[in-house]
């Protein structure tokens, strides 16, 4: 008996088109960061001090450096991250996953994503602390509430989009549930799965900031608004170019590979 080939062409091209754009050149890169350098210099100069230039934030993240609180505030956030990123990719794709394959509760469930992505991210922290207080479980559950009706909507998308035909010609072979989930389906939604993390890891660390800086006492988020209200701009840059750094190179050295690996399994037969 042939193999029922589950692999889905659109999830394996955009797998492979996420690691190809991953793929710049250096050349293009540099001459991008020269002109945001020189831009951001000119701006400086036009601003009459009130900007910080390159050689002020250059001090700054080398002051940064040599501090022990940078790394103890860096790894709490750090730590609040992987938290937040965990359980709303999880919650998230679980979630979309049933919305796609079940259509009552889609329809309980979509109202309350599509009101989840109208809200300001800030109102999720501001009613949390109104309601609960400022402890830093009652900001986890705001921030992962605010993630994750963005990697829900991306689950739910994928598995509505997937091809029908397959589900009928797994009936009919008669596959077991674990061969559906995982050879049919999960070929099927793996490239949207990975796209809901990045989306998941991408609103969660801009998001951890913000909730710091309103809610929590330690962390960069809480920094950087301590360096806002004493006017230290050229600080508020240090600790805000730091994390970038962290976080690309997490998304590097974690997704990189993860695509190519989730390229070979998709386009397997």
């Given at each position: 008996?042939?193999?029922?080939?589950?692999?889905?062409?659109?999830?394996?091209?955009?797998?492979?088109?996420?690691?190809?754009?991953?793929?710049?050149?250096?050349?293009?890169?540099?001459?991008?960061?020269?002109?945001?350098?020189?831009?951001?210099?000119?701006?400086?100069?036009?601003?009459?001090?009130?900007?910080?230039?390159?050689?002020?934030?250059?001090?700054?993240?080398?002051?940064?450096?040599?501090?022990?609180?940078?790394?103890?505030?860096?790894?709490?956030?750090?730590?609040?991250?992987?938290?937040?990123?965990?359980?709303?990719?999880?919650?998230?794709?679980?979630?979309?996953?049933?919305?796609?394959?079940?259509?009552?509760?889609?329809?309980?469930?979509?109202?309350?994503?599509?009101?989840?992505?109208?809200?300001?991210?800030?109102?999720?922290?501001?009613?949390?602390?109104?309601?609960?207080?400022?402890?830093?479980?009652?900001?986890?559950?705001?921030?992962?509430?605010?993630?994750?009706?963005?990697?829900?909507?991306?689950?739910?998308?994928?598995?509505?989009?997937?091809?029908?035909?397959?589900?009928?010609?797994?009936?009919?072979?008669?596959?077991?549930?674990?061969?559906?989930?995982?050879?049919?389906?999960?070929?099927?939604?793996?490239?949207?799965?990975?796209?809901?993390?990045?989306?998941?890891?991408?609103?969660?660390?801009?998001?951890?900031?913000?909730?710091?800086?309103?809610?929590?006492?330690?962390?960069?988020?809480?920094?950087?608004?301590?360096?806002?209200?004493?006017?230290?701009?050229?600080?508020?840059?240090?600790?805000?170019?730091?994390?970038?750094?962290?976080?690309?190179?997490?998304?590097y050295v974690v997704f990189r590979p993860l695509d190519r690996r989730l390229a070979g399994w998709v386009g397997s037969r």
């Open positions: 008996m042939s193999t029922l080939d589950t692999t889905d062409p659109l999830g394996a091209q955009a797998v492979n088109a996420g690691d190809s754009h991953g793929k710049a050149r250096p050349l293009s890169v540099i001459v991008a960061l020269a002109l945001i350098v020189a831009g951001w210099q000119v701006v400086a100069w036009m601003s009459s001090g009130w900007v910080p230039g390159i050689p002020a934030i250059a001090k700054a993240i080398l002051s940064l450096l040599g501090r022990s609180s940078t790394y103890s505030d860096l790894g709490v956030t750090l730590l609040r991250l992987m938290v937040a990123f965990v359980l709303a990719t999880i919650l998230g794709i679980l979630i979309g996953s049933a919305m796609g394959l079940w259509r009552p509760f889609e329809a309980f469930a979509r109202p309350l994503v599509v009101v989840g992505l109208a809200i300001p991210d800030p109102m999720y922290f501001i009613f949390a602390v109104l309601l609960l207080g400022t402890d830093q479980e009652v900001g986890m559950l705001a921030l992962v509430l605010a993630v994750i009706p963005f990697v829900v909507h991306g689950a739910d998308s994928g598995v509505r989009n997937r091809d029908r035909n397959l589900d009928e010609m797994s009936r009919v072979y008669k596959l077991s549930r674990r061969s559906y989930f995982v050879d049919v389906l999960g070929r099927q939604i793996a490239p949207i799965a990975l796209a809901s993390m990045r989306t998941s890891l991408a609103f969660s660390w801009k998001i951890v900031v913000l909730m710091e800086a309103l809610t929590q006492p330690n962390g960069v988020g809480a920094q950087i608004y301590y360096s806002f209200r004493l006017l230290r701009p050229a600080e508020m840059m240090a600790y805000a170019l730091i994390f970038v750094v962290i976080m690309r190179t997490l998304e």
